[in-house]
């Protein structure tokens, strides 16, 4: 039994591509279906441009500052801080980033700003804010309350009328005057038609329409006003606050904030720059205030006391005549006086250790504490360093906590470096608190000496040299004070701000929406979606449309023959056509049918 292979079968068995046939199979694809790429790339930028009409853009305005750090006042500059990886540079940003962008910071802006009511001219689809160049302005009683964040729609009418109406499910009230809430509207409808500078008086809100700097009011228009809490308003534009710093060895930060209102985020920014300059200014002046203020409560007691032995003095001599002490008396008297003043130093460092003691006891020890009086210059090296040392660590934990919680690992080990830090400090201060006591003691033993001779002189010089003493005493203490007075003065009239303006606040162009961005990935939608749509009809296809797919579907048959597809309604269209493509190919199917060689 003999086996016999079909020529045809054996020429097709295996099929070789030049590696093209996909190729121009895509290519045939996205031809033909052409149209579908131009309708959905043209719908796709109509939906980005309509998204661009009617969506606010959003802008960021930013400006240049230069912080200076002082080394004196700077705890975290001396070291770098263990395991944790920030430079002193680092760290001082980090806390002026958290006081820029504080609440009390933000607020204090807010309130220098005319924020608390918000223009709104409607559009078909999207209302726009307003600010420079208002059409009207609203002049409100701070004193009665006022309907917060609810649009309150003000129409200009043709006969120079205004309608305005509020319709509202319920809203709070605000007293500007007193900065807080003061209750509730509850469901409001509320029309009304006025003119020009008539007051409406509700018992949600009260206001008038007044000109604008121009003095001119609109013929028609559409508008709205919202009131907002000047909290509100800080708490809002704190959360778009953002500081950078140029490098991390740079003073230089960039402050910026992003909203809607490009005019308002200028304000915004710029103000904020200078509220920072006035607070640093006023947290180095608020330490020479605290000095100056306690030197002269200081002052008045001594100045009192003083006066009344001045009186003293007088009197004596005036019943007693003049009075010239010996020349021995008033050696002692001199040696009296110096070791009381010396006593009286020793209580003032005493008393001084005392405060930072409990302070220290009480985890309330700060900065200002440590500089404020001018004992703190007497204080041993050692004890000094201890004291920067600890500060320097409650800095860092505190800086640790508000990033990243009380979860940090580093956290539990910086707590017990601090509770250590804490313990040796006051080792060293009740240290230092025994010396004073000792050499306290040992002055006073030999005052009682030198007392023990003046007891020995006459009883009218003893008295009047005890008068002298105190004289003294109280003179030299209100000398010391005018001179820590003046000292005081001098450093609070030459305290300059540590913050600088380098640039003043400007507004870029808008963020958001990136026009370029966003068309680009609108063509690029536009023509993946007919890409797939198009596979996915290719996949789902279950017809045989060419020469090629039936060669991939059974390569090991042969194709005898191709007829093109009749587009006319003849169905003899080998003798009606016998001229034509379509007659061709069926004269040719039928040559090839008759040739081909039979195998059993």
Do not use: C
Request: aromatic share 10%; charged share 25%.
């Amino acid at each position: 039994m003999s086996s016999n292979v079909n020529p045809y079968m054996q020429n097709n068995a295996v099929k070789s591509g030049d590696g093209f046939g996909d190729i121009r199979k895509i290519i045939r694809l996205i031809l033909k279906n052409w149209y579908l790429f131009v309708i959905f790339v043209v719908l796709s930028l109509s939906v980005v441009w309509t998204y661009h009409r009617y969506t606010l853009p959003l802008y960021r305005s930013s400006v240049t500052m230069l912080f200076k750090i002082n080394p004196e006042r700077d705890f975290s500059r001396s070291v770098i801080t263990e395991g944790f990886g920030l430079s002193s540079e680092m760290k001082s940003f980090e806390n002026q980033r958290f006081i820029i962008r504080s609440h009390a910071m933000a607020l204090r802006a807010i309130d220098r700003l005319d924020f608390g009511v918000a223009y709104f001219v409607k559009g078909r689809v999207k209302d726009t804010e307003l600010y420079s160049n208002l059409p009207f302005k609203i002049e409100f009683d701070s004193l009665h309350p006022q309907l917060l964040n609810v649009p309150i729609d003000i129409s200009f009418l043709d006969d120079k009328k205004i309608r305005v109406s509020v319709t509202t499910e319920g809203g709070s009230t605000h007293s500007f005057a007193e900065s807080r809430d003061v209750g509730y509207s509850g469901p409001l409808q509320f029309k009304k038609t006025i003119s020009i500078n008539e007051e409406i008086i509700h018992p949600a809100f009260s206001f008038k329409i007044v000109a604008n700097g121009n003095g001119r009011i609109p013929t028609k228009g559409e508008y709205y006003i919202k009131f907002n809490s000047h909290n509100r308003l800080a708490s809002r534009y704190r959360s778009s606050l953002n500081v950078t710093p140029y490098g991390e060895s740079a003073s230089i930060i960039f402050i910026s904030a992003t909203g809607h209102q490009p005019q308002k985020l200028v304000r915004f920014v710029q103000t904020i720059s200078e509220e920072i300059v006035e607070n640093n200014l006023e947290r180095k002046n608020d330490m020479a205030n605290r000095s100056i203020s306690f030197i002269q409560h200081q002052l008045s007691v001594v100045e009192d006391t003083l006066s009344v032995i001045q009186q003293k003095i007088i009197q004596f001599r005036q019943q007693h005549g003049f009075v010239m002490p010996t020349e021995m008396s008033q050696r002692l008297s001199n040696d009296y006086f110096d070791e009381t003043r010396r006593v009286r130093e020793l209580d003032s460092q005493y008393s001084y250790l005392q405060l930072i003691s409990d302070r220290l006891q009480a985890d309330t020890l700060d900065e200002d504490d440590f500089l404020l009086p001018a004992f703190s210059d007497n204080l041993s090296s050692l004890l000094s360093s201890l004291i920067t040392e600890h500060l320097m660590l409650v800095k860092e934990n505190q800086l640790i906590l508000s990033q990243s919680g009380s979860k940090n690992p580093y956290q539990y080990e910086l707590e017990k470096k601090i509770t250590h830090s804490r313990n040796s400090l006051l080792a060293g201060i009740n240290k230092q608190m025994e010396n004073i006591e000792l050499k306290k003691s040992e002055l006073i033993n030999y005052k009682g000496k030198i007392s023990n001779e003046i007891s020995k002189l006459p009883e009218l010089e003893k008295e009047y040299l005890a008068l002298e003493r105190t004289h003294k005493l109280n003179d030299a203490i209100y000398t010391f004070l005018l001179q820590k007075a003046s000292e005081n003065q001098i450093a609070k009239a030459s305290n300059v701000p540590d913050n600088e303006v380098l640039d003043q606040a400007t507004v870029s162009g808008p963020i958001s929406p990136n026009k370029r961005n966003n068309y680009s990935k609108g063509v690029l939608i536009g023509l993946i979606i007919p890409v797939v749509f198009i596979g996915f009809k290719e996949i789902l296809n279950k017809k045989v449309r060419t020469k090629e797919e039936l060669e991939n579907l059974r390569f090991d048959l042969p194709i005898l023959g191709t007829i093109l597809h009749n587009e006319d309604k003849s169905e003899r269209v080998v003798f009606d056509y016998q001229n034509t493509l379509i007659g061709e190919s069926f004269r040719s199917l039928r040559a090839r049918l008759r040739f081909i060689p039979h195998y059993s």
